[in-house]
């Protein structure tokens, strides 16, 4: 399976800011995705990012609150941009596996916005 | 619609017992996959195992073995003589041939006690 690595592991904000979250991985993969995981709950895809063309937002997300970019086959980033408390979640970037069907899941980057 | 149902929310267990979990799932699809993963509390997601469809062998991994049903639409998790570090939440997930969507059903939260 891949490596999969992201940036920050944990993170403190204010209201009104934004963050982005870096994912970077050890191999090339065609497809990355952005899931949340809200305190206690299961995990909900954000949207799935090819590179070289707009990622594909899921029902309830939109470009505007979680702008992605993917420069790369080994590289996304996620912003939450002007957060709320209603943001503090695990963001868990994932990668698709090698055989099909299968991800594979970055350490997660716990947000806690005040 | 495709749908993941765990209904045990939190199992507790005294080192060295049998634990299972439960997954039942709903699905209009003849081909699909069945995964668990493993949120331990650092909270990155590890994979376990992907099942297909077409395979109704039961899979057994050192502690782990898995029993899937068809006939009940039951993918079951059975951690033999658990461990301390089997605490963790686990996550078992669907996803329809061709798609990399997960649907993810909200998880049980397993506690060994020493």
């Known amino acids: 399976s891949a490596v999969i690595s992201q940036k920050p592991s944990r993170d403190i904000c204010q209201r009104g800011t934004s963050l982005t979250i870096q994912c970077q991985v050890d191999?090339?993969?065609?497809?990355m995705f952005w899931y949340r995981q809200q305190p206690g709950q299961s995990l909900t895809l954000i949207a799935t990012a090819n590179q070289g063309s707009e990622a594909t937002y899921e029902s309830g997300f939109v470009i505007d609150k979680f702008p992605i970019s993917r420069p790369n086959l080994t590289f996304s980033t996620l912003t939450v941009s002007n957060m709320s408390p209603e943001d503090s979640s695990i963001y868990l970037c994932?990668?698709?596996?090698?055989?099909?069907?299968?991800?594979?899941f970055g350490p997660g980057t716990r947000l806690l916005v005040l | 619609a495709q749908k993941v149902t765990q209904a045990q929310t939190e199992i507790s267990v005294v080192e060295k017992e049998d634990v299972t979990l439960d997954c039942v799932y709903e699905?209009?699809?003849?081909?699909?996959?069945l995964f668990w993963y493993k949120q331990p509390p650092s909270g990155e997601l590890v994979f376990l195992i992907r099942?297909?469809?077409?395979?109704?062998q039961n899979e057994i991994s050192g502690r782990y073995s898995w029993n899937f049903q068809k006939s009940t639409s039951s993918f079951n998790f059975t951690i033999t003589a658990s461990q301390v570090v089997d605490s963790a939440v686990y996550f078992c997930?669907?996803?329809?041939?061709?798609?990399?969507?997960?649907?993810f059903g909200k998880g049980t939260k397993l506690s060994v006690i020493p």
């Open positions: 699905t209009r699809d003849t081909t699909y996959y």
């Open positions: 994932s990668v698709e596996g090698r055989g099909g069907e299968t991800q594979y």
């Open positions: 997930a669907l996803s329809r041939a061709g798609s990399y969507q997960l649907t």
């Open positions: 191999s090339q993969v065609t497809m």
């Open positions: 099942r297909n469809s077409f395979d109704e």
